[in-house]
């Protein structure tokens, strides 16, 4: 059985080194896979790779290169096969209408980026614990 795992579409290296080793050190349970631009999450979507094993969960910027984090929303709810997959938008904005839109197409969560690394080793284990131990996806129901 294949270890579970969250994907994480960020394109701040700075980001993704930070998240690697809070999942190394206080998520070993879990692995992460990162994809740094829209276009190339998209491209993943539609492979087998994914359709054999995806991800618990996604946490997606919303400001990614090539295809924002809203648009690739947008494209995961309007795929039957994927659009169960909780998408958790993890963005350095607070701003009120990116919120008001991640809701409106499907997003099931929207939390501003821990500013510290003492913040995110607080709080993205718990993040990760809830949707993917505590929460119930439809694929796993079924």
């Known amino acids: 059985m294949k270890k579970p795992y969250v994907l ?4 701040n290296r700075s980001d993704i080194a930070l998240m690697e080793r809070v999942f190394e050190k206080e998520i070993p349970n879990c692995n992460v896979s990162h994809i740094e631009d829209g276009e190339s999450a998209i491209q993943y979507f539609e492979s087998m790779q994914f359709a054999d094993h995806p991800p618990k969960c996604i946490l997606m910027d919303i400001k990614l290169p090539k295809m ?5 929303l947008n494209y995961l709810r309007n795929k039957k096969m994927i659009k169960n997959i909780p998408v958790i938008i993890l963005s350095s904005s607070d701003r009120p209408e990116e919120i008001i839109e991640t809701y409106a197409l499907g997003g099931n969560s929207y939390i501003e980026k821990p ?3 003492a913040d995110l080793k607080e709080q993205l284990p718990k993040i990760i614990q809830y949707w993917t131990t505590f929460n119930k996806a439809p694929q796993e129901i079924i």
């Open 8 to 11: 994480s579409v960020e394109d």
């Open 68 to 72: 924002n984090g809203l648009e690739v």
């Open 115 to 117: 500013k510290t690394y």
